[in-house]
């Protein structure tokens, strides 16, 4: 639970400086929000923003007509839920930690077996999204953008560029050329758990067979730096640098989840017009 979401959602320009320290560059202009907002519970008339957690609770979503499920706040006691929370201040939200409510979703209607689950984001939310849709505009550059699964497809049986070629022709900016943590050992495999680390391509050697294999050096400084020989293509792959794929776009869309009034207690409602 967040009592007062927008010093927490807001997001600013930023600059670090050489002590590790960042500082904001210009501190009152907001440039856009987390994307969590998306996934949160809150409502018009108050500042408090409630971020559930559980199996599949951010894959409903927003349909007004075909809407076959609502929230409803769960029954005093089960899972978390703790009805006297629902007639707190929300200042007393700041000094407790964990979980205090629950949100139970239910049927409106039989749902059949495989069926998609929908549900009504609220008035407000389907109004900022048409908005959003008419007014929308790619920002400059969105034409050349290529983010890392895409540079992983188009050049998976392509020779990559040594370092030297890539100061003619570097990669996009928006990505990193990482090697696997296993680098130097056979039948590599990337998955989500697989990060890579930082590396530079040293030399290329084309093959006998027309594969390549590659030079690497790892380490930053002169003491930890270290050269593996004869890489093969599978140790190499693009990941995408952070904040740089398009949910992360200062112009992206962003709007919470509206719980409805019916069920919003009046004395969260500080934000009354």
């Known amino acids: 639970h967040i009592p007062f979401k927008e010093p927490f959602v807001n997001m600013y320009n930023a600059y670090r400086d050489d002590q590790g320290t960042w500082h904001k560059v210009e501190p009152h202009t907001v440039i856009g929000k987390q994307i969590l907002v998306n996934y949160c519970w809150g409502h018009p008339q108050s500042t408090v923003m409630l971020c559930p957690y559980g199996a599949g609770i951010g894959y409903v979503n927003h349909n007004k007509t075909l809407a076959n499920i609502k929230m409803q706040w769960a029954p005093n006691g089960s899972v978390g839920q703790k009805d006297e929370w629902l007639d707190k201040d929300l200042k007393t939200f700041e000094t407790i930690y964990g979980t205090q409510l629950g949100m139970d979703f239910v049927a409106l209607r039989d749902i059949e077996e495989g069926e998609e689950l929908y549900m009504d984001y609220g008035q407000e939310w389907e109004d900022a999204w048409i908005e959003h849709v008419e007014n929308w505009e790619p920002v400059d550059g969105a034409e050349d953008y290529q983010p890392a699964y ?15 070629e890539q100061e003619d022709e570097p990669y996009p900016d928006n990505v990193d050329l990482r090697c696997h943590s296993w680098t130097g050992h056979e039948n590599l495999h990337w998955n989500l758990e697989e ?16 594969t390549f294999t590659y030079t690497v050096l790892f380490g930053e400084s002169k003491d930890e730096r270290r050269y593996i020989e004869g890489v093969g293509r599978d ?7 952070p904040y740089t794929r398009d949910h992360n776009l200062a112009n992206a869309f962003r709007h919470e989840i509206e719980i409805p009034d019916e069920i919003f207690p009046e004395k969260w409602k500080n934000a009354k017009d």
């Open 150 to 164: 895409i540079l992983n497809q188009m050049l998976a049986d392509e020779p990559l560029r040594d370092e030297e």
């Open 195 to 210: 990060k890579g680390v930082e590396c530079e391509i040293d030399a290329r050697y084309e093959e006998e067979d027309g």
């Open 235 to 241: 140790a190499f792959h693009f990941v995408d640098l």
